[in-house]
């Protein structure tokens, strides 16, 4: 009985551990293109699309990864592959909100009109000072 759980419990880690190294491999990915974007300036809504062509060996093979996991443990291959999308989307959603705050955070302030220049205050006239009518 203990053998066959602790075959099963080493069953598992192995699982995972062929969905860990994609996983890393991608996570990392998505660091380097936030550094190699910012260095490129690359535009908050053309992030998506910039990250996509750089991490997408990475991308296809955490989602082959997983789609292999899933259907392993029971799901069919439809439900699987979706399920990946889903998750590849939360990641890639994460990295997107996260540049895109960067960029607006970095880029200077911008410019204000200039001040009008201020005239000198008008002081109301005193009835002393106003001209006395005979």
């Known amino acids: ?17 062929a969905i860990n190294a994609p996983r890393t491999a991608f996570t990392a990915c998505l660091k380097q293109a936030d550094s190699q974007a910012t260095g490129q300036k690359v ?16 991308l296809n093979a955490l989602r082959s990864a997983m789609v292999s996991f899933n259907v392993k443990n029971g ?29 607006s955070t970095n880029e200077p302030p911008p410019k204000a009109a200039a001040p009008a ?10 009835p002393a000072q106003q001209p006395k009518s005979e």
């Open 75 to 103: 799901m069919s291959r439809k439900d699987a592959a979706t399920d990946a999308d889903l998750m590849i989307d939360d990641y890639l959603a994460s990295s997107i909100d996260h540049y895109k705050f960067m960029v």
């Open 43 to 58: 535009a908050g809504d053309a992030y998506e699309a910039f990250v996509r062509n750089t991490c997408s060996g990475q």
């Open 117 to 126: 220049p201020a005239s000198a205050p008008t002081v109301p006239a005193t």
């Open 1 to 17: 009985m203990i053998a066959l759980l602790g075959a099963t419990a080493i069953y598992l880690v192995a699982g995972q551990a």
